[in-house]
């Protein structure tokens, strides 16, 4: 079975097809919609604040590790909610989607963006405590900032752009 | 109602140079709506983060007067971005916009919250002490919490209805 025929059979799904045509419901999309877009905004402003702190632009005076570990759990919450909306918007699009060249674009731009927070974890912030007060903080610290500002940044435009070609 | 006047209004505005030149260029609306959700990102999470403090459910090691001064200057800062590119996308497409009560309903929610983060953020500055302690804080800082809250998430469902329920009104 092909990714096209399995996208066909994952949007016959009674959930699905549910979301699909709003019976019973039919605010069921643009609602989940509404809240897709909540979490990502929440996904996006809080990663933003833990960012500008890593390019040492704003939140000076605070500790990198105080910063992230007040912030992460809001992003890891809100970034489960946007997973689940997400995925209960793809089944009900499966096979527009499996071809749309902007959600596929989003989706490997957001595993960039995971990539980029592992390689930081397991790298340069394993030595937080020595750089913690440190403004600007050091240039690999700074680097995983503005690649996580980038690729968040470029998930929100195409996951708008996605809704002008389907 | 003076229903007929706005959209008498929407339809010449559609009409105008102005409004033909930004749909012309298809990039734009996109792109415009793409810097708006940035905005959004900035101002939600400000006021989630304040709610969420208040409420009690988050931590912080910052004295709540600074976070909130913190937060809210953000909250202010994005404003002038969202009134830019919600005034293009306006104009672009005021059919779309002025007819809908979602559209009507957002706006004036807009000012209410905005009103609110002043406010809040005023009495914080005149009396920061006040408010570092559960036990001494106004006891309608909850209250404050969760209104302002549903504010915001309100603003952001009529933003997203915009777009699916103005066929019906013009």
């Known amino acids: 079975m092909d990714v096209t025929e399995l996208a066909e059979r994952i949007s016959e799904l009674p959930l699905a097809s549910a979301i699909r045509t709003g019976s019973p419901w039919q605010w069921t999309f643009p609602t989940l919609e509404t809240v897709h877009v909540i979490a990502i905004a929440t996904v996006f402003g809080s990663i933003v604040l833990v960012d500008v702190r890593l390019l040492g632009l704003g939140q000076l005076g605070r500790r990198v590790s105080r910063c992230s570990a007040e912030l992460l759990p809001l992003t890891w919450t809100a970034f489960t909610l946007a997973a689940v909306t997400g995925s209960l918007l793809f089944i009900s699009h499966a096979p527009d989607y499996v071809v749309n060249r902007q959600f596929l674009l989003k989706m490997g731009i957001i595993l960039l963006a995971g990539l980029n927070m592992l390689v930081f974890q397991r790298g340069i912030y394993r030595r937080v405590d020595q750089w913690d007060t440190q403004v600007p903080p050091p240039a690999a610290a700074r680097i995983a900032g503005v690649v996580s500002l980038v690729c968040w940044t470029a998930a929100v435009f195409l996951g708008r752009w996605i809704g002008f070609t389907t | ?170």
């Open chain 2, 1 to 170: 109602m003076a229903n007929g006047s706005v959209r008498a209004l929407a339809h010449s505005l559609a009409s105008t140079r102005a409004s033909n030149a930004l749909r012309e260029h298809l990039w734009i609306v996109p792109t415009s709506q793409s810097i708006h959700i940035i905005g959004v990102a900035l101002v939600f999470t400000s006021a989630l983060i304040i709610s969420l403090r208040l409420i009690g459910l988050g931590r912080s090691e910052q004295p709540l007067s600074i976070q909130i001064s913190r937060l809210a200057r953000m909250l202010f800062f994005s404003v002038p971005v969202l009134l830019v590119t919600g005034v293009l996308q306006t104009i672009a497409e005021p059919v779309r916009q002025l007819v809908t009560p979602a559209f009507w309903l957002k706006m004036a929610l807009i000012l209410i919250g905005l009103g609110m983060v002043y406010f809040l953020a005023e009495s914080v500055r005149r009396d920061p002490h006040r408010w570092e302690s559960p036990e001494t804080r106004p006891p309608w800082s909850r209250i404050y919490a969760v209104v302002n809250l549903g504010i915001w998430i309100t603003v952001i469902l009529c933003g997203r209805f915009i777009g699916y329920t103005w066929m019906k009104y013009v």
